[in-house]
């Protein structure tokens, strides 16, 4: 009986926590030009180059460095991070696998 009330409240206290890191940060500064990187070959075979991208520190924009990974299964295809405009402003949608 503890556990699963102790199971419910821990959901309940997470919900809203859900539902505020979907919102995101919205920027009311548009984000530079990506910068152009230069990655050579795959370090091994079937990697993926995730592309770099500008992340908000609170203050400006930072670019975080691509990098080459092992997809997560064959066949999977990296989206690509990108801001998009959106609340009078600019929200980050964060890369996934697709």
Known sequence: MKKTAL???????MT???AIAQVGV???VAPPAPVVEHYGPAPHPGWVWQPGY???????YVWHAGIWVAPPHPGAV???????????GYVLVEGHWR
């Open 54 to 60: 500008h992340v908000w520190d609170g203050n400006r």
């Open 16 to 18: 809203p926590l859900a």
């Open 78 to 88: 990296w989206v690509a991070h990108r801001w998009v405009h959106k609340n009078g």
């Open 7 to 13: 199971t419910v409240l821990l959901a309940l206290c």
């Open 26 to 28: 919205v920027v009311h």
